[in-house]
């Protein structure tokens, strides 16, 4: 089948997440053929850097011929096993306890799922079930973050704060509540590190003060918010979020599905915070993108007060056809196999020339921001560095700039809010992380 016919049935019959349908009628589609390390190649034979890994998801990078290995064989031993009733499979066990053993002390309970959006939607439920169970059934509302991303399913959406998620859809519904980012640089005090995070906390405070704490079930963020536009929070955020929440009597959910896996650097961002939350969501990295997996990790005292709550015949009504797939249970055991024999260690080594690079860049003309940890960062444009002034959206900044980096060999993603974002895998070398930034201020200046 030829190229352009390829194109022609995607316009005509695949609808594209999070995609203009008329724009990709006009423009789409990019159409990837393989992987290789951090290399991706078109099917026109383009060979470009992937400084994204996918969706912040390839961790360890394409072509891990390991994985396939271990793919292909539990496939060949067990496709497919129901976790449902007293049903299991050897993987999907060993990587519950795989998970228990790196995660935060007391999450001790893992239910498995498809990805990050069913993980949310799996935790909307659980924190729903558990105060039911403990008698406390008024708790439902649920505050997060402006910024926030936590997916796009039905009711998870509604957490996620970005405007593309709400418009046209009925969202926010109304027990979903959003405080303020975070965001340093968009702070009036944003070069206060105590500042910026009391003013999270007391935005907190006031948020259930307002809807009344014995309503207010949980607060949901990511440790540094992603697609809102990688915005990273001051060090001891996270910790002082974690003692408010214990002060107002709600839990806190940690989503985790970007953040974990070592792309900030330690295999969790709460790790080097030393948090623990009530509830952890996983996904992405879990796999690292060669199979599709999520992980709700779930604290102890909520999992005892649940499962005491009802007779033994009575089921928790929540559960996945796929939830604990072996065949993505047996790539995650493989996965995580690679991050600790030395793929972390190299996202740590390579993390610092990302630094230096991030902090380099901000001296170009139309750089206001850069900010980063780990392998995980962003670059924010403005029109004047004084005053921060942004883009007018009609420029279509993101649009050209998607368009120049693509041309230019590097895939990044550029945000709405003019914010480019940066996560390579942990395989990359320093030789490909200048390439990166190459490519990336080639791109700039010819958007000057
Ligand atoms: N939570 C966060 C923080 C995410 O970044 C994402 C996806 O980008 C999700 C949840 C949803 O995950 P998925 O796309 O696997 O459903």
Known sequence: ????????????????????????????????????????????????????????????????????????????????????????????????????????????????????????????????????????????????????????????????????????????????????????????????DAAVIAHTVSALEAKVAELGADTVAAFCCEPIQGSGGVIVPPRGWLKAIREACDRLGILLMVDEVITGFGRTGPMFACDAEDVSPDFMTLAKGLTSGYSPMGAVLMADHVFQAIADSAPEALPVGHGFTYSGHPVSAAVALEVIRLYEDGLLENGVRTGVCFARHLERIREHPLVGDTRGRGLLGAIELVTDKQTKAGFAADLDVPGKLSKLTWENGVIVRCFSNSVIGFAPALCCTEEEMDQIFARVEQSLDQLL
């Open 1 to 192: 089948m030829s190229n352009r016919s390829l194109a022609d049935i995607d316009r005509q019959h695949l609808i594209h997440p999070v995609s203009s349908f008329r724009g990709h009628q006009a423009h789409g589609p990019q159409i990837l053929a393989s992987g290789d390390g951090m290399w991706l190649t078109d099917i026109d034979g383009k060979r470009v850097l992937d400084a994204f890994a996918g969706l912040w998801c390839v961790n360890v990078g394409y072509g891990q011929q390991s994985i396939v290995d271990v793919a292909a064989e539990q496939m060949r031993k067990l496709p497919y096993a129901t976790g449902y009733f007293h049903f299991g499979s050897e993987p999907a066990i060993l990587l519950a306890e795989k998970l228990v053993s790196l995660s935060p002390e007391g999450l001790d309970h893992v239910y498995f799922t498809l990805g990050g959006s069913d993980a949310v939607d799996s935790v909307i439920r659980y924190i729903t079930h558990y105060y039911n169970a403990i008698g406390k059934p008024e708790k439902k509302q649920f505050i997060a973050l402006e910024w926030g991303y936590h997916g796009s399913s039905s009711t998870g959406a509604g957490l996620t704060a970005l405007g593309n998620f709400h418009r046209g859809f009925d969202l926010p519904r109304p027990w979903q509540h959003h405080i303020a980012s975070p965001y340093p640089y968009r702070h009036p005090e944003g070069h206060d």
